[in-house]
Nanobody
């Protein structure tokens, strides 16, 4: 079983920034991609962003222009840089590997945006 290690969540004031990371053993060698999701308390899971195995990136309309996804092939890590955070971004953020048989979920890292 592949263990995904998420980190970077926390508490931030509106307008602030956080960078989430998700490290996946074998991410590069298996040519995986990754999706980030988020789930607010009592809400449905919402897709946030994607970086495909080929490097294609995509964003939900609600975060486009504020969030940026990237990957480090050396450390098998995907980053989600979150800027201009809003209270409505408050949620648990989860990473999920995709493409080429990679199908694993992380446990999530909480993000709270509040004044």
């Amino acid at each position: 079983q592949v263990q995904l290690a998420e980190s970077g969540g926390g508490f931030v004031q509106p307008g602030g920034s956080l960078r989430l990371s998700c490290t996946v053993p074998g991410f590069t060698s298996r040519n995986c991609g990754m999706d980030w999701y988020r789930q607010a308390a009592g809400g449905q899971r919402e897709w946030v962003s994607r970086i495909s195995s080929g490097g294609y990136t995509a964003y939900a309309a609600s975060v486009r222009g504020r969030f940026a996804i990237s990957r480090d092939r050396v450390t098998d890590t995907v980053y989600l840089q979150m800027n201009s955070l809003k209270p409505e971004d408050t949620a648990t953020y989860l990473c999920k590997t995709i493409d080429n048989g990679c199908d694993y979920w992380g446990r999530g890292t909480p993000v709270t945006v509040s004044s």
